[in-house]
């Protein structure tokens, strides 16, 4: 009997670990985090460089040209996308950033939910797409690896 229930508690806590997704607190760049209002960002990151608007979105940009972003969408005031490119002093509640190497994202969140290479998803075609999901299953987090290192990421919620 007891081997049993050593052998049925393994069983759960490999499937756990199998099955592990990023908590919900953990999707943070920059000291953003999904579903901030405009004016909680700007207390964070200041006036923005740039702002812009398209349909029911808003954008603030920061960053001094097109190779360093940081861009912070928001939909019905509420930020629901945040993505960096090219600024290696932004990172992840964790600590992944431009230029981290691909096994420390992996040994910070584990195996991905989505890997995928060259894909239609990524802005390179030598790019490997390496995706993780919150444990509410309403956002994910997205790295952009090349040559085994971050070219750019970000965090995004699944409508609102």
Known sequence: MKKILLIMMVLVSVSAVAFAKVADDHFVIGGVS????????????????????????????????????????????????????????????????IGSAKKDIIKTYGKPDVHQHGTGFVSHPDAELVQYFSVSGNMRMTFEVMHGKVINFDIARFGI
């Open 34 to 97: 999904i579903g901030q209002t405009m004016s909680q960002v700007k207390a964070v990151c200041g006036e923005p460089v740039k702002t812009r608007s398209l349909n029911e979105f808003h954008f603030y940009e920061y960053g001094n040209n097109d190779e360093t972003k940081y861009v912070i969408r928001f939909r019905n005031g509420m930020a629901d996308t945040i993505f960096v490119a090219g600024n290696k002093n932004i990172a992840t509640l964790d600590g992944i950033k």
